[in-house]
Structures are given as structure tokens and as C-alpha cells.
């Protein structure tokens, strides 16, 4: 079952302007982490927040956790051509060890 | 430094056939291995996952078998392919955790497989 769910499924922004991305998720977390996936290629890893953390910065990158409401956001500043990906959350459920991910969203930056 | 690698890149298989995908991790010991499925457009299923030699948890109930023969090699197998199983296939690893779970996974390049 896909324990983080992004929205919007599609955004699409001029570069230069900024890129929001959520998740939603069903249960306690440990953490939660984001994912950035080109097109036919494998997911790497952008960054990963803990469940005690708030926020957190990197580069152009900002993420947000909100436990109360169960969701995070992804916000990518000053956006690139080069941005244009799908970018999913992914968390890890209790001791059970899987990774399991949100459906994605597909942001494509036009230059 | 570690590495995955999985293979092959890309597999057309006629239905009925058998399937083997295989994943190995190098520069790590006792990883948490994944297989995941990703639809075309669509977010990661997953599908298996193994904190150990010979131990695999199912997630979802399919035509897929997985087995970890090796600490580090993992792989997804098929007796007989059906079209429901084409898609983007992913093999990823994560550090076996130490206390929090505080640990990103590392991805393969995946396996596009075709069944016809």
C-alpha cells in the first residue's frame, strides 16, 4: 500500500519560479524522506527529515514536516530546467523495515 | 564506496516465459534489499523486501517470487510472465538501521521489461 500521497500530480512553472510539491501520509513516522526520479532512470535521494525535526534546508531545497496534520512539503526555489522530474515522498512504516512511496508529481520547469 | 547494480537495462518477454532479474550490492554489508514495480507514469509499488539471507517479506500477492541467496544479491524471479507484469522495475538497498531509521535507500538504474 502507498503510504505517502503527493499533490499536485502534475505542476508545470517557468524557470526561475518556485515548485511546491506535498505528501500525505496515514500513520506514524520516523522519518520521511524525498525523492527525485528523471525519466526511465532510477530514484535518488534529496533529503530526509525526522519525525522531531520542522524543517530543513538544502541548496535550493526546503521541506517542512507536520506531524500534527501527517504531511510534508517540498519546496524547490528558484527552479531549473534541469528540476524538471518526478518527485516522490517515501517513509518508512514502524519496525516491518519497508520503504513504501507516495505516487509522485511531475514537475516539468520550462525554460 | 558502495554501488548497485542491477540488470538488465531492458527485457521484451513473451507471456508464459520464465523471468530473472537480478540485483547485487557492493560496499556494504547486511543491507535491507527492495524490489519495487513502477507503472508507466505512476509511483513505486512495493514488492519485496529483505532484512536478510533467505528472509523475504511479500508485499502484495503476484506472480513474482523473490529470493536473497547471498548477503548482498537479491532477485526477482517468474515462472511464467503475464502482460500484468510489465512495467519499471527497481531494486534498491538501505543501510541495515541502528537504533532510528534514519537512513536514506540507494536505487539501481531499473529494468524496463516488456511482456508480449
Known amino acids: 500500500s502507498q503510504q505517502g500521497e503527493e499533490d499536485p500530480q502534475a505542476l508545470s512553472i517557468q524557470e526561475g519560479e518556485n515548485a511546491t510539491m506535498n505528501c500525505s501520509y496515514k500513520?506514524?513516522?520516523?522519518?520521511l524522506q524525498w525523492y527525485r526520479q528523471n525519466s526511465g532512470r532510477g530514484l535518488v535521494h534529496l533529503i530526509l527529515?525526522?519525525?522531531?525535526?520542522r524543517e530543513k534546508h538544502s541548496g535550493r531545497l526546503r521541506v517542512t514536516l507536520d506531524t500534527s496534520k501527517k504531511s510534508s512539503s517540498l519546496l524547490i526555489t528558484a527552479s531549473r530546467a534541469a528540476d524538471t522530474a518526478s518527485y516522490f515522498c517515501a517513509k518508512i512504516a514502524g519496525s516491518a523495515r519497508q520503504l513504501t512511496f507516495g505516487s509522485g508529481t511531475q514537475l516539468t520547469v520550462l525554460p | 564506496s558502495q554501488t548497485i547494480h542491477q540488470w538488465p537495462a531492458t527485457l521484451v518477454q513473451p507471456v508464459g516465459s520464465p523471468l530473472s532479474l537480478e540485483c547485487t550490492v557492493e560496499?556494504?554489508?547486511?543491507?535491507?534489499l527492495y524490489w519495487y514495480r513502477q507503472a508507466a507514469g505512476r509511483g513505486l509499488q512495493l514488492l519485496f523486501y529483505s532484512v536478510g539471507i533467505g528472509q523475504i517479506s511479500s508485499e502484495v500477492p503476484q506472480n513474482l517470487s523473490a529470493s536473497r541467496p547471498q548477503d548482498r544479491q537479491f532477485i526477482l524471479s517468474s515462472k511464467k510472465l503475464l502482460l500484468s507484469d510489465s512495467g519499471f522495475y527497481l531494486c534498491a538497498w538501505a543501510p541495515r538501521p541502528q537504533g532510528q531509521l534514519n537512513t536514506e535507500a540507494f536505487f539501481g538504474q531499473g529494468t524496463r521489461l516488456t511482456v508480449v
Open positions: 500513520t506514524s513516522i520516523n522519518n
Open positions: 560496499g556494504t554489508s547486511n543491507p535491507n
Open positions: 527529515i525526522r519525525s522531531n525535526e
